[in-house]
């Protein structure tokens, strides 16, 4: 009998902690906190809006219902499935939060967008007239002819797909990448290529979310931007989603958890005017106030380390996966950088890349192309990063296919007389599977660092 008891106690128990489990994966499905909708943040796509107010444009009612039937899937039996997420993030390496990877999501399909965004990149002329008549005109034409040199895995697809937002972050845990900088341009702005994308970013952070992944800004230079559009547009970013639980806040030494912005191509705004948004006595100053946070500017040249520091930026990243292209991204000078950010209180945050090659857009950037050596290029650049002792690396890029920096799975295809790179002899999740094993060695470093 108190055999009988014991088992009895032991399959309540058990129980009771299966629902327990039960109930804290199903909240990953979904952030606490209003205006961020369905799990899949369905409610700020303006397509599926469209789709349940019933005034869809008939041209595209048919990738209206396909993108209601690819989130209907995904939602289907989500119940039944919870152990199996479950399960599945056990099985992803621990994500590293300390490594960064740029993220895209200007790409667009018929299907989710009416038509091709970005896929079909146009070729871009050479600034010199009498070279650009050496080189082919026109645009891409995808499915088969896409601005890339490379073939994604998952075809020419859409950023608002959420079966493909949530391969990527499936592919992001693969990798032990913590966060995911997302390429941003304010509400109904957009870059010359594309479409406006900031309605995409509660789905993004949703199923970022899902896999404990966090996701931190990279501001694009829109139209305007200056010191006080800045101000607007950290407001905006941090009142609409700085509650998320994807929100990324990085830790400072006096225990403050600031969200951490990269101001791209931050040199074309005059260090004086910066210093209106970055200094305390800026006329639109942040600092000090619910908004601040930690800004990263953009090293290209070597001067602009002290106008970085002028500014009142708090660090500086390279993003440029080209070695010897820049200062900034030449491996020999991340020392010399790392002492004058060290020398200053600044954050030196080196970008890393598998390899560079553009010459399906720009035909006569062939100069600038950057093999990847079978993952080796990729190896070289990382091991760089790792001797100068930097506090966060970031990777150029998860998904910058026009520029061949992608990490992104990628395949084997030819069409017509176009032959695609590919990763071979290795397999698609080859530069993820580097990334997981330098992750890895990245965490052990900075544990003997702070011994």
């Given at each position: ?5 014991r088992k009895?106690?032991?399959t309540l128990i ?7 489990g039960?109930?804290v994966?199903?909240?990953t499905l ?5 205006g ?8 700020l ?13 008939p041209?595209?009612?048919?990738g209206?219902a396909?993108?209601?039937s690819?989130?209907?899937q995904?939602k289907?039996?989500?119940t ?9 993030l056990e099985?992803?390496p621990v994500p590293?939060?300390n ?9 667009g ?18 600034w ?6 050496n080189?082919?005109k026109g ?9 890339s040199?490379?073939?994604p895995?998952l075809g020419?697809?859409?950023?608002r797909d959420p ?6 972050m499936q592919q ?7 966060v ?8 109904g702005?957009?870059d010359?290529n594309?479409?406006?994308?900031d309605?995409?970013?509660p789905?993004i952070?949703d ?13 694009e230079?829109?139209?305007g931007?200056?010191d006080?559009?800045m101000?607007?547009?950290i407001?905006?970013i941090?009142?609409k ?5 994807a ?28 210093t209106?948004?970055l ?7 942040i600092r000090?106030?619910a908004y601040?946070?930690?800004?990263i500017?953009l090293?290209?040249e070597e001067k602009q380390?002290n106008?970085?520091l002028?500014?009142g930026?708090?660090?500086?990243y390279?993003y440029?996966?080209t ?10 000078n991340?020392?010399s ?12 945050i080196?970008?890393v890349?598998?390899g ?7 035909p ?6 950057r093999n ?11 091991s760089?990063a790792?001797?100068v002792?930097t ?6 890029s998860?998904n ?10 990628a395949?084997p295809?030819?069409a017509g007389?176009?032959?695609?790179q590919?990763?071979?002899p ?24 702070l011994?």
């Amino acid at each position: 009998m108190a055999r009988f008891r014991r088992k009895t106690c032991i399959t309540l128990i058990g129980l009771i902690l299966f629902i327990f489990g039960t109930m804290v994966v199903l909240k990953t499905l979904r952030p606490e906190g209003a205006g961020f909708g369905s799990p899949f943040g369905l409610g700020l796509f303006p397509e599926l809006q469209r789709a349940e107010s019933g005034d869809n444009p008939p041209n595209h009612q048919k990738g209206i219902a396909d993108s209601k039937s690819a989130v209907d899937q995904l939602k289907k039996g989500s119940t039944k499935s919870i152990m199996t997420l479950a399960a599945k993030l056990e099985e992803f390496p621990v994500p590293n939060y300390n490594l960064h990877v740029f993220y895209y999501s200007w790409y667009g399909s018929p299907q989710f967008d009416g038509k091709y965004i970005h896929w079909d990149h146009p070729v871009l002329p050479h600034w010199d007239p009498k070279v650009a008549t050496n080189f082919p005109k026109g645009r891409h034409s995808p499915p088969d002819d896409i601005g890339s040199n490379f073939y994604p895995g998952l075809g020419a697809y859409s950023s608002r797909d959420p079966t493909v937002i949530e391969a990527h972050m499936q592919q992001l845990r693969t990798a032990a990448i913590g966060v995911l900088a997302l390429s941003w341009y304010p509400p109904g702005m957009k870059d010359d290529n594309g479409e406006s994308t900031d309605n995409l970013v509660p789905a993004i952070m949703d199923i970022a979310h899902k896999y404990q992944v966090k996701v931190t800004f990279h501001i694009e230079p829109y139209k305007g931007r200056d010191d006080l559009s800045m101000y607007n547009s950290i407001k905006y970013i941090v009142d609409k989603y700085g509650d998320h639980p994807a929100f990324y806040r990085y830790k400072t030494s006096n225990g403050k958890h600031l969200p951490l912005f990269y101001v791209y191509d931050s040199y074309l705004t005059s260090p004086e005017m910066w210093t209106g948004l970055l200094k305390e006595s800026g006329h639109h100053s942040i600092r000090n106030t619910a908004y601040d946070g930690i800004f990263i500017g953009l090293l290209v040249e070597e001067k602009q380390k002290n106008e970085i520091l002028t500014a009142g930026f708090d660090g500086l990243y390279t993003y440029f996966a080209t070695n010897g292209f820049s200062f900034g991204s030449s491996h020999r000078n991340w020392k010399s950088i790392k002492v004058f950010c060290d020398s200053n209180n600044l954050m030196f945050i080196p970008s890393v890349g598998p390899g560079y090659i553009d010459t399906s857009i720009r035909p006569w950037n062939f100069h600038n192309t950057r093999n990847r050596i079978n993952g080796k290029y990729y190896e070289t650049a990382l091991s760089a990063a790792l001797e100068v002792r930097t506090e966060i690396v970031s990777i150029t890029s998860f998904n910058e296919w026009h520029e061949g920096t992608q990490i992104e799975k990628a395949i084997p295809k030819t069409a017509g007389q176009t032959t695609y790179q590919d990763y071979l002899p290795h397999k698609a999740d080859i530069y993820l599977e580097i990334t997981r094993k330098w992750a890895e060695k990245f965490q052990k470093e900075r544990e003997k660092w702070l011994v």
